[in-house]
């Protein structure tokens, strides 16, 4: 699985941008898949994530619930990460992740291939 993250650039806080992470190759259709991001100078961070159990499960870091959305297309072989309500402190390169199983969470361990990042710069 080869993954692609796009949709990254400059916006105002209070602005909204939308990620996608697209597949080439193998699909991912049957793969969780995450989003993480990181700022200049720090670690790694989970964003969201999206699981299937016979339905979508999502699941947000503290920092972004009530402001990002993740959502898939599997017939487009897509996952998207609406972000709203944009603030500075969210300027990070956004990396998505498949995951070894259909069932992800916040640890990397449970991720298997990780695409390039797009960079998210919000401005004040």
């Known amino acids: 699985v080869q993954l692609q993250a796009s949709g990254g650039g400059l916006v105002q806080a209070g602005g909204s941008l939308r990620l996608s992470c697209t597949s080439s190759?193998?699909?991912?259709?049957?793969?969780?898949v995450g989003w993480f991001r990181q700022a200049p100078g720090k670690e790694r961070k989970f964003v969201a994530s999206?699981?299937?159990?016979?339905?979508?499960?999502?699941y947000y870091g503290d920092s972004v619930k009530g402001r990002f959305t993740i959502s898939r297309d599997n017939a487009k072989d897509t996952v998207y990460l609406q972000m709203s309500s944009l603030r500075p402190e969210d300027t990070a390169v956004y990396y998505c992740?498949?995951?070894?199983?259909?069932?992800?969470?916040?640890?990397?361990?449970?991720?298997?291939?990780w695409g390039q990042g797009t960079l998210v710069t919000v401005s004040s």
């Open positions: 992740a498949a995951g070894k199983t259909a069932v992800v969470g916040a640890g990397v361990q449970a991720y298997g291939y």
């Open positions: 190759g193998r699909t991912f259709s049957n793969n969780g």
């Open positions: 999206i699981s299937w159990r016979g339905h979508n499960i999502t």
